[in-house]
């Protein structure tokens, strides 16, 4: 039977054609919303989403859902609890659109600096201000802080270096490359940073990490770019920020973001002035979304294919295995079998299992991760099972 792949959000034509030839049965609605979903997902094996929210209630009304694609980086808009409990995969895209991100977060920069929305609003309104708008600092050797240090921060960082700037980042992982220098706390870097862009996943550790704190130690005028997520962003402390610090801001996203494609917005930010905000559009250019695409088709075929799910988000870091047991077998009917037999019968959890076969296909090797110890009797017993060439069993 074909797999059935709902693609929810805008995709390009020609990876819709791949994965038709691929005898896939695509159906695509770029339109569906989050309330949507609950009906359109319910009888597909394969949904694809950009920012379209999949909560809990359309994965648990799901019959055959199976993969979740993020054609795109962040994952917080899928219910990954909800996934978790139904053993449906998530994956997701990473660094494919990094590139567009980082661009826009440059853009935004420059935009504040020379404040070019502004430029060009009074011209189509017919106002002449050389005088006003030749006041821009410019970007030069300014001192930049790079809040997350993923694969968009540094293409973030890539690109500063380019124009001169002097740069800082902070990630949980090391710093390396481009001639950054690591900050460890942020009350040393942001009282002398002149832009700080925000390049931070959505979790619990980083709502709102951007809070009346943060933007106390936060240098007066100083630009603040965010690209990532908005609720790394307390509101309220930001538009404080603007009003009592002059610091200006360029958004791509921001509270209350419509769910919907098209159609009207509001927000508190729009009455205030020194914020440039755009239509979360940091991923929407041709070349990231043919990456995003490309790399989509490729997970989906490869799981298809051979099982494997690529850049899979929702699988255990940590599972409660502390006993690895390998034991090298004749890869023959009821062998493995047999070895799974006897750690049944001494009430022993499997966590993780993982059969490899050798050239030839003789012999094969079975890596498994146990929740408790094997007893002896059990080695004992693989000791003198003919069909088991040699086996380990460590503590992990
Ligand atoms: C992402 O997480 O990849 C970006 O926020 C892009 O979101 P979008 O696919 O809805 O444009």
Request: glycine letters at 8%.
């Amino acid at each position: 039977m074909k797999m059935k792949v709902l693609i929810a959000d805008k995709f390009p034509e020609q990876y819709i054609k791949k994965l038709r030839d691929s005898e896939i049965d695509v159906i695509y609605n770029p339109k569906l919303g989050e309330n949507d979903l609950l009906e359109a997902a319910k009888e597909v094996d394969c949904l694809v989403v950009r920012s379209t929210i999949v909560n809990a209630a359309t994965i648990e009304n799901s019959q055959n859902l199976n993969l979740i694609v993020r054609a795109g980086a962040g994952v917080n808009n899928i219910d990954i609890k909800a996934a978790n409990k139904k053993g449906v995969y998530v994956s997701n895209c990473p660094g494919k659109n990094s590139i567009a991100v980082a661009e826009l977060a440059i853009g935004l920069m420059l935009a504040l600096d020379r404040r070019i929305p502004h430029n060009v609003a009074d011209f189509k309104a017919g106002k002449w201000n050389k005088g006003e708008y030749s006041k821009a600092d410019g970007l030069f050797g300014k001192t930049l802080a790079i809040v997350g240090y993923g694969n968009i921060g540094k293409e973030v960082a890539k690109r500063a270096q380019a124009m001169g700037m002097n740069i800082y980042a902070k990630d949980i992982s090391r710093i390396e490359g481009y001639g950054v220098k690591d900050f460890s706390e942020f009350d040393q870097i942001m009282p002398i940073a002149d832009i700080v862009t925000i390049h931070l996943p959505a979790t619990p550790q980083t709502k709102g990490l951007f809070n009346d704190a943060m933007f106390k130690l936060m240098k007066p005028g100083a630009l603040l770019i965010n690209t990532s997520r908005h609720d790394i962003i307390d509101e309220d402390a930001l538009i404080k920020a603007i009003k009592e610090k002059n610091i200006k801001v360029g958004l791509d996203v921001f509270k209350g973001e419509p769910e919907a494609k098209d159609g009207p917005v509001s927000s508190k930010l729009q009455e205030i002035d020194n914020v440039y905000i755009t239509h979360h559009i940091g991923a929407s250019t041709e070349q990231a979304q043919n990456a995003v695409a490309e790399e989509t088709v490729n997970i989906i075929l490869r799981y298809i294919k051979s099982g494997v799910i690529d850049h899979w988000v929702n699988r255990a870091k940590i599972t409660d295995t502390h006993y690895q047991l390998v034991v090298k077998h004749y890869d023959k009917p009821g062998v493995l079998a047999g070895i799974l037999d006897v750690l049944r019968d001494g009430n022993i959890n499997i966590e993780e299992i993982e059969n490899i076969i050798f050239e030839g296909g003789l012999v094969a090797c079975c890596t498994m991760k146990l929740k408790t110890a094997a007893a002896a009797d059990m080695l004992e017993s693989f000791r003198n099972n003919p069909n088991v060439i040699t086996y380990s069993h460590v503590s992990l």
